[in-house]
């Protein structure tokens, strides 16, 4: 079992800090029960962006699974090996970064952000090629 940490990236910052300005701002200006009820839902936001930047995992099991755990409080995706097409790595806008995207054999898609994407993707491409033949 090999276990990848999740790289929190400056787009995950940047959510992160404009959800929690908004939650600031609409529960310091707390004018009517509307601006209470957005800035404890902005909070909530926040701390599940949080979370999910820093508790999500990309685990590689022995037995052919990929699983995605997204946060303490996310749900786990598990995607077996040999339902994977392709795998790929794409930029994000503006080239702030790069991103994995994994093609289905189903058609649906999955992008995984891994702290070492080459090590990532290296031992993906590797439990891929054992579990083909």
């Not at 009517?32 to 099991?61: F, K, P, Q």
């Amino acid at each position: 079992m090999r276990t990848f940490r999740h790289k929190v990236t400056i787009n995950d910052a940047g959510a992160i800090v404009v959800f929690g300005l908004g939650s600031f701002f609409c529960l310091w200006n707390r004018t009517n029960s509307l601006m209470i009820l957005l800035g404890v839902l902005l909070v909530v936001v926040t701390i599940r962006a949080v979370d999910r930047a820093i508790h999500t995992e990309y685990v590689l099991t022995d037995d052919g699974v990929l699983q995605v755990k997204t946060g303490r409080v996310g749900r786990t995706r598990r995607i077996e090996l040999k339902k994977i097409k392709k795998i790929g790595k794409r930029p994000f806008a503006f080239r702030l970064g790069v991103y994995a995207l994994i093609e289905l054999v189903d058609g649906s898609v999955v992008s995984v952000q891994p702290d070492n994407m080459d090590g990532f993707l290296s031992a993906l491409g590797k439990r891929i090629e054992t579990k083909e033949k």
